[in-house]
Each structure stands twice: as structure tokens, then as C-alpha cells.
């Protein structure tokens, strides 16, 4: 057995929560990889919605769609702050997961990053929309100006969810040097 990394455990626990034809979240398209497994995940009767601020990120997730003969006519995806996700999706549409990576576009401009204030408006939204049993994954790369209150409030925010309505698991590797990725993953249970 092979521990996961946050990556693996993230996509480990999307599979076990989103089946064929559900509509999910990929708050923070970076280079496109998550809405890929996304809409796999979810197939061509599934919807998946995406957002970044950086429309350099927009086009590199449409590209590795395309490449990879992805039909994206149930792909939305947004050049504009995740935490814009309530006002996006409509009032009635419920999702069963979602996934965050905070922190900065890899490849990319260094100081155009993930705050705490959008992203907790982001998993609000995706709370208010998220099914019984769905999962919002949230994994903060906090080795950046900022990062460490960017996960510090995350985390807090994740501590305070009503037990009775969410189950909050915490995600970490204690020896790793240089700010390895936590993961927090909420699911609703009530």
C-alpha cells in the first residue's frame, strides 16, 4: 500500500462521490486537470462548471480538453473569481462535488493568487448548491506571500461547519519539508 498524495486522495474521493451524469465544480481550472478528471468523472450527460480569474488558465484548460477529444457542449467554464459560484449556478442546480486548488496558476504568474475572503465566499456557494453525500475538496499550496492565512482561515472556516450537517476531515503529511499541500475534504451529511 502506497499512501496517497493530496492529489491522489483528492481524486479518490471525487470518484467515490460523483457518478455519470452529475454536475460538479472545478473552482480553480489552473492548467485544466481537475475539469479534465471532472469530465470524465461526469461524462457527456454531466455538467461541469469551472472558473479562474486568469484567462490564461481558461485557454490552457480548454486546450487540454480538446486534446484530450473532450466534447465540452456541457462545459462551462468562467474567466471570473470562484467566489462569483452562487451567482453563476442556478438557484436549483445541486452538485454532488467540487475542487479547489489554492494558491497559484503552476507555470504561471506567482502573484496572481487564491484569497482567503473569495475563496470561503466559493465553498459557501458550493456548500449551498452540494447534495447529501456530495464532497468539496479543498487543497491549499500555501508556500506563497499570504498563503499560510489563505490555509489558516480555510482550515478555521472548515472547523466551525455544524457536525450534523457536515463531516470535515483534514488531510496532511507531518514530515514533508518545504509547505506540502493539505487537504480539506467537506461532505454533507444531513
Do not use: W
Not at 73 to 85: E, G, M, Q, R
Not at 153 to 179: A, P, W
Amino acid at each position: 500500500m502506497k499512501i496517497k498524495s493530496a492529489l491522489e486522495f483528492s481524486h479518490q474521493l471525487l470518484s467515490e462521490s460523483i457518478v455519470a451524469g452529475d454536475t460538479v465544480i472545478d473552482c480553480t481550472m489552473g492548467n485544466g486537470h481537475d475539469t479534465l478528471f471532472l469530465a470524465n468523472l461526469v461524462g457527456k450527460n454531466g455538467t461541469v462548471y469551472g472558473f479562474d480569474i486568469q484567462a490564461e488558465a481558461v485557454n490552457n484548460t480548454k486546450a487540454l480538453l480538446k486534446k484530450n477529444h473532450v466534447e465540452t457542449d456541457h462545459i462551462y467554464l468562467y474567466n471570473i473569481s470562484h467566489a462569483k459560484v452562487d451567482e453563476v449556478l442556478p438557484d436549483e442546480t445541486m452538485i454532488s462535488g467540487a475542487i479547489f486548488n489554492l494558491g497559484y496558476l503552476p507555470g504561471g504568474n506567482k502573484t496572481i493568487v487564491t484569497y482567503p475572503e473569495t475563496t470561503i465566499a466559493a465553498i459557501k456557494g458550493c456548500l449551498s448548491h452540494l447534495y447529501h453525500n456530495g464532497v468539496v475538496i479543498v487543497v491549499a499550496y500555501y508556500g506563497h506571500p499570504g498563503g499560510e492565512r489563505e490555509k489558516n482561515t480555510v482550515l478555521e472556516f472548515g472547523s466551525q461547519l455544524d457536525q450534523k450537517r457536515y463531516s470535515v476531515l483534514k488531510y496532511s503529511f507531518l514530515n514533508q519539508k518545504h509547505f506540502p499541500p493539505i487537504l480539506m475534504a467537506i461532505q454533507r451529511i444531513d
